[in-house]
């Protein structure tokens, strides 16, 4: 059964940085792209970003130049590179990762706050 298993969130003050992790288990078959999407409280999700197979990234506006994606060498472990993290940007992060369809990570808290 695949997995994605989420880590790196927590609570930093704005203007502030942190780096979540997402790493896929139990598949061996190619994972054809990976990224995040976030909630924020009563709000719906909203995607932020993807990295495909090829290495190719796409950012949402609201998070471009600010974030970072990148995928190790195995392509079963991405990273979300978070700097210049504003309060709007608190919310719960799932990580997703494309195999045969899609599988969800189990989200990971991220707060920014004084």
């Known amino acids: 059964q695949v997995q994605l298993v989420e880590s790196g969130g927590g609570l930093v003050q704005p203007g502030g940085s942190l780096r979540l992790s997402c790493a896929v288990s139990?598949?061996?078959?190619?994972?054809?792209?990976m990224g995040w999407y976030r909630q924020a409280p009563g709000k719906q999700r909203e995607w932020v970003t993807t990295i495909l197979s090829t290495g190719r990234e796409t950012y949402s506006g609201t998070v471009k130049g600010r974030f970072t994606i990148s995928m190790n060498n195995n392509k079963n472990t991405v990273y979300l590179r978070m700097s210049s993290l504003k309060p709007e940007d608190t919310a719960v992060y799932y990580c997703f990762a494309d195999v045969r369809s899609r599988v969800w990570g189990q989200g990971t808290q991220v707060t920014v706050s004084s």
């Open positions: 139990g598949t061996s078959l190619s994972i054809n792209a």
